[in-house]
């Protein structure tokens, strides 16, 4: 073919705006429909605020009378403090019972490796460990490359990417 040809051809194919379509168009003014929608909600936002603060004075009036606001409030703060009070004793219990189950598991460590011969039966049960250790970490290797595999390869439909 003629290069010029070529040339032509390819300004013509890429220099010139895509056609517009119907949906695209729809796009459009429903984009544009949509803001000037906002646009006059956010004019309205002012009234609104006022609106609110109005209701949540009537609302904190009703909570709070202005006779009784003083002792309600006094109320609120005592049921508050109840609750930290309640809250920092079971705290307190929590505490205590992890320092007892940790006091409980240094016993039945020493119990099953006693301070003469620690070092003798902590190589044992290495020695027992290690063929459960290997196979496991072989098995959690194989399972997690065999999924990874399917689930990026086999699992994959043509409508989704591979990532």
């Known amino acids: 073919m003629n290069k010029g040809l070529l040339d032509h051809l390819n300004a013509a194919l890429f220099s010139a705006p895509l056609p517009s379509s119907p949906k695209r168009e729809r796009r459009k003014i429903g984009g544009e ?5 906002v646009m006059e909600k956010l004019k309205e936002l002012p009234v609104l605020l ?12 009703k909570v709070f009378p ?3 606001r003083e002792e309600k409030i006094r109320q609120w703060i005592q049921v508050g403090e109840s609750i930290v009070k309640v809250v920092m ?3 307190k219990e929590l505490l205590l019972l992890l320092k007892n189950l940790g006091g409980f598991l240094v016993e039945e460590l020493e119990k099953v490796f006693p301070a003469g011969s620690r070092e003798e039966k ?7 460990g290690k063929p459960f250790l290997i196979h496991g970490l072989a098995i959690f ?23």
């Open 33 to 37: 429909r949509i803001m000037k929608v």
């Open 50 to 61: 006022e609106n609110f603060r109005g209701f949540l004075a009537e609302e904190v009036e």
């Open 66 to 68: 202005a006779a009784s």
């Open 89 to 91: 004793e079971k705290l």
């Open 122 to 128: 902590v190589r044992q049960w290495v020695q027992v």
């Open 141 to 163: 290797l194989l399972y997690s490359c065999l999924s990874c595999c399917f689930r990026c390869c086999c699992g994959r439909r043509d409508d989704e990417s591979s990532w």
